[in-house]
């Protein structure tokens, strides 16, 4: 599985967009890149997932560069209950495994 | 829909003695299943994973081990915990692999 790297924390100010960035310059062309976060003493949260295209839900949107290296979370209206440890992982879509580096602090901020 | 259930909350357990943590889910059937292990302050750590009763898969070398007697059943065990076992541990399904993973609410094992 690719090595991602995600800045240690940022923050955000409550109703503005969170813009969270994360590296996999070494995934390879079957890899998804996940998006999980995880709130303060509870389990992960998945959030989104993609391959190649962007991706939208309820929750966030995903942008994939073209090159397929590097990916950002999108949180269109930040709210205080998204401050949380968010997590980038580039997974091969068999296997079943995860691999959940350090994360990014996101800080909400009224 | 489907849910997750990890019991107890939160456990603490003297050095040498044996654990077992149960985890069942519920909605769906031959659901794949995974327990982690999160360090404080740490990423989390896959230790075992199961695509089927009795078919269990270890990731990392230990003392723990885990069993899965039912479809919806993964159970993790140790027969003499360590120090070292102290952490959050989370159990997580998918419907296939590589699919997202939805995790429960952990129990936090504490060793004294």
């Known amino acids: 599985d690719a090595k991602t790297t995600q800045p240690p924390s940022m923050d955000c100010a409550e109703g503005r967009a969170a813009n969270l960035p994360c590296n996999h310059s070494?995934?390879?062309?079957?890899?998804?890149v996940y998006w999980y976060r995880q709130i303060h003493s509870q389990g992960p949260q998945y959030i989104i997932h993609?391959?190649?295209n962007n991706e939208t839900n309820e929750m966030a949107s995903l942008i994939i560069t073209e090159d397929r290296k590097s990916s950002t979370l999108i949180l269109p209206h930040a709210t205080l209950r998204d401050t949380a440890v968010y997590y980038c992982?580039?997974?091969?879509?068999?296997?079943?495994?995860?691999?959940f580096g350090q994360g990014t602090e996101l800080s909400v901020k009224p | 829909s489907q849910t997750i259930h990890q019991w107890p909350a939160t456990l603490v357990q003297p050095v040498g003695s044996p654990l077992s943590l149960e985890c069942t889910v519920e909605?769906?059937?031959?659901?794949?299943l995974y327990w982690y292990r999160q360090a404080a302050g740490r990423g989390l750590q896959l230790l075992f994973y199961s695509v089927g009763i009795g078919q269990i898969s270890s990731e990392v070398p230990q003392n723990l081990s885990a069993s899965r007697p039912q479809d919806r059943q993964f159970i993790l065990s140790s027969k003499k915990l360590l120090l070292s076992d102290s952490g959050f541990y989370l159990c997580a399904w998918s419907s296939n692999l590589g699919q997202p993973q939805h995790f429960g609410d952990g129990t936090r094992l504490s060793i004294l």
């Open positions: 993609g391959l190649k």
């Open positions: 070494t995934i390879s062309g079957n890899e998804y």
């Open positions: 909605g769906t059937s031959n659901p794949n």
């Open positions: 992982i580039a997974s091969y879509n068999q296997g079943g495994k995860l691999i």
